[in-house]
């Protein structure tokens, strides 16, 4: 079983809907939960992260954490074309380990 | 803001050269630094923790005699690749982490795109 699963995707979205990527992950004892932004050919960059159970907002970003389902997921309202990306999941682990999902691609189509 | 910095962005070289990709934390200091490599449409994958001051740390099937890694101060850390063969042609990836929000937030590099002929 992989540290951090996401769905490949593609998934798709029309401009102005909201986006709903998921992430579960398997060491309950992680604390520490981001999402990175990856535009094709460019290094990853931090959206988000989160640490305690609930939702935290960030403009049109909201990223929700349930520890007991370990399940974190990124909603990202009023898609527009801009934020078609692969999205990343990361997880710290109990034992102190980076890791990250592979990835889910969004296009969000105009 | 923490701004990491790489160079070269790119480079082409010829098989069997080696090459030096410099990583720099330009605004905060980094006790640990990552190296990633990403080959296109694939995921990162981490090849190795820099440790100012110490030896680095190899994930498991990455050479330490190919890929050579020195955490020579708070600010930089530098990767080589020896002998450089088509096969390493990728996008190379450095992280580091800084103190705000936490230590464990990371923050990359905007990447070095190896292409070796």
């Known amino acids: 079983q992989k540290e951090v699963e996401q769905n490949s995707g593609p998934l798709s979205v029309p401009e102005g809907a909201i986006a709903s990527l998921n992430c579960t992950y398997s060491?309950?004892?992680?604390?520490?939960f981001f999402w990175y932004r990856q535009y094709s050919g460019k290094s990853p960059e931090l959206i988000m992260f989160?640490?305690?159970?609930g939702d935290k907002e960030d403009g049109r970003f909201t990223a929700q954490l349930n520890k007991a389902s370990q399940y974190v997921s990124l909603l990202i309202r009023d898609s527009q074309p801009s934020d078609s990306a692969t999205y990343l999941c990361?997880?710290?682990?109990?034992?102190?380990?980076?890791?990250f999902g592979t990835g889910t691609s969004l296009t969000v189509i105009p | 803001g923490a701004v990491v910095s790489q160079h070269p962005s790119w480079v082409i070289c010829k098989s069997g050269t080696s090459v030096k990709i410099e990583c720099r934390s330009l605004d905060f200091q980094a006790t640990t630094m990552f190296w990633y490599r990403q080959f296109p449409k694939q995921s990162l994958m981490l090849m190795a923790t820099?440790?100012?001051?110490?030896?680095?740390?190899?994930e498991q099937g990455v050479e330490k005699d190919k890929f050579l890694i020195n955490h020579a101060s708070l600010t930089l850390s530098t990767l080589t690749v020896t002998s450089a063969h088509p096969e390493d042609s990728s996008f190379y990836i450095c992280s580091a982490g800084r103190d705000s929000p936490r230590t464990d937030t990371q923050y990359f590099g905007p990447g070095t795109r190896l292409t070796v002929l």
């Open positions: 989160i640490y305690s159970n």
């Open positions: 060491d309950r004892g992680s604390q520490s």
């Open positions: 990361a997880v710290i682990s109990a034992g102190n380990q980076f890791y």
């Open positions: 820099s440790n100012e001051g110490s030896k680095a740390t190899y």
